[in-house]
């Protein structure tokens, strides 16, 4: 009788206890949340495009589908070149447009005859995709696929059979050059072309012709990791400029329902998400290291300098977005001695100027705490894995950062557990002049990764305050450079 009270007694002081602990042991999600295969995504940060078609001969941007095969002829084709000065670069994939809207296609497809086996590449022996995908695996890179709707050579295109040709094809690319982490649908529709020979203009509806959710749901059945790419994602969102510029303020959040490949008047909205949006379809910022997405000669003289890939570095990565850049090969079949060199130089700022963290070994201090184990400590140990949060509901919370010593500050990094859903609306940053604390910054969202430029400062501490947020605030990591 005794014991079996005590039982009861001890049963119930556990199970209050058990709740308590499980209540607080972890914040809850803020939704939308990320996949995990979207939270690898982030991780990515930069990768390249590539760029190469019988553009790169004719020196358009845009072939009218009239090109013949036989002018895709490299002289001095080096594949490995180019996916060893992407990784030297520190990129970590590349997508390749296996074709263009001039609908030339860079492997030997069985579907068509408008292709590389009908050029003088490697005697029509050559596979432009398959080089690409396999030095990929040799430098240890990802591999993307872009494939472009638009084809201005098909003589059925705009009609049901075109739809089935373009399957077919991603078919083929999947089945052969997998893994293929992220697949480019790009939404350009410009009307007029060669189609066949009958040169005029078609249109489409944007919104129904190509019936997406089913062409997504035969490449998902044959990777069920690929991420698609499109303006209306359905995983990752055009950014809404190719200008290398994701939005100051940059939501992951956005309703995808209201949003469809192609459609007009999005951009800003694709630039800085919604803060209330229904689903987590991140931004990517597509650029190109020269003013055309193609190769030519003329613009050896324009291609984006050292300063000007950091720049762009910092309004896509610097606010959260992922970088696309591309690279186009030169009628060689190799990336261009300038534009490996300024890689090579923008990887060298990249190292010099994010080398070493002064928050590493400095001391932090937090408004609150949601808990002992989510401390600020976990913010500088240098895992994104591990956070702090906030006390439960705190939309608001300081974080101090004391370097022990006077210390030359440019930039603060900081990044959001977005596991748990992105929050931060608004914050500041503050330098300490040895009496009073000064302002240095005071902007918007953060999410994945946010990097703000301060102007160079001595100072001994750092403070940031968060000043509104969606829900309890989670950082993962806060860098000082
Ligand atoms: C655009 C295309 O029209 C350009 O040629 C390029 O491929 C770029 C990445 O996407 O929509
Ligand atoms: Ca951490």
Request: glycine share 8%; proline share 4%.
């Amino acid at each position: 009788m005794k014991t079996s009270k005590y039982h009861v007694f001890f049963a119930l002081i556990f199970a209050i206890l058990s709740c308590k602990t499980s209540q607080i042991s972890s914040p809850k999600p803020v939704f939308p949340i990320p996949t995990a295969d979207q939270l690898a995504w982030h991780e990515l940060e930069t990768y390249a495009f590539i760029h190469f078609t019988t553009n790169t001969f004719t020196g358009k941007e845009w072939g009218y589908g009239d090109e013949s095969p036989s002018i895709f002829n490299p002289t001095d084709m080096d594949v490995d070149q180019w996916v060893k000065t992407i990784k030297d670069a520190g990129l970590k994939a590349v997508i390749l447009t296996c074709k263009h809207h001039d609908g030339f296609v860079l492997w030997p497809s069985k579907f068509t005859n408008h292709s590389v086996a009908a050029s003088p590449y490697k005697n029509g022996k050559g596979d432009v995709v398959k080089e690409v995908s396999e030095a990929c695996k040799k430098y240890g890179l990802k591999f993307g696929v872009y494939l472009s709707p638009w084809d201005r050579n098909r003589a059925d295109y705009g009609s049901p059979s075109y739809v089935e040709y373009y399957r077919n094809q991603l078919k083929e690319l999947f089945a052969a050059y997998g893994p293929i982490f992220e697949m480019w649908f790009d939404g350009a529709n410009g009307g007029d072309g060669f189609y066949g020979g009958t040169k005029e203009m078609r249109k489409i509806n944007g919104k129904t012709f190509y019936d997406w959710p089913k062409t997504i749901e035969l490449v998902r059945e044959l990777e069920p990791k690929i991420l698609f790419f499109s303006d209306a994602g359905p995983e990752i969102r055009w950014v809404g400029n190719e200008r290398g510029l994701a939005g100051k303020t940059n939501w992951n959040n956005i309703s995808r329902d209201t949003l469809y490949a192609g459609k007009a008047g999005i951009e800003s909205l694709l630039n800085t998400g919604n803060e209330n949006g229904k689903d987590w379809v991140p931004a990517e910022v597509d650029v190109s290291i020269r003013p055309g997405w193609f190769y030519h000669a003329e613009e050896d003289v324009k291609v984006k300098t050292a300063q000007q890939l950091f720049d762009i570095y910092m309004t896509s990565v610097g606010r959260g977005s992922n970088l696309l850049l591309n690279i186009p090969p030169d009628k060689r079949g190799q990336i261009h001695e300038i534009d490996v060199a300024n890689l090579i130089a923008w990887k060298k700022l990249l190292n010099e100027r994010f080398s070493e963290n002064l928050a590493k070994n400095a001391s932090v201090s937090v408004s609150s705490n949601f808990n002992k184990k989510l401390a600020g400590t976990n913010l500088t140990d240098g895992n994104t894995k591990t956070y702090w949060a906030a006390s439960q509901n705190s939309k608001n919370a300081t974080i101090e950062i004391d370097l022990n010593k006077l210390k030359t500050v440019n930039f603060v990094e900081m990044q959001e557990y977005i596991a748990l859903g992105q929050r931060v609306k608004s914050f500041a940053i503050d330098t300490w002049n040895g009496s009073n604390w000064k302002e240095a910054a005071n902007e918007t969202t953060i999410g994945y990764k946010r990097i703000i430029k301060i102007t160079t400062t001595q100072t001994q501490k750092i403070r940031i305050r968060i000043t509104d947020a969606k829900a309890g605030v989670i950082l993962s990591e806060v860098k000082v450079w």
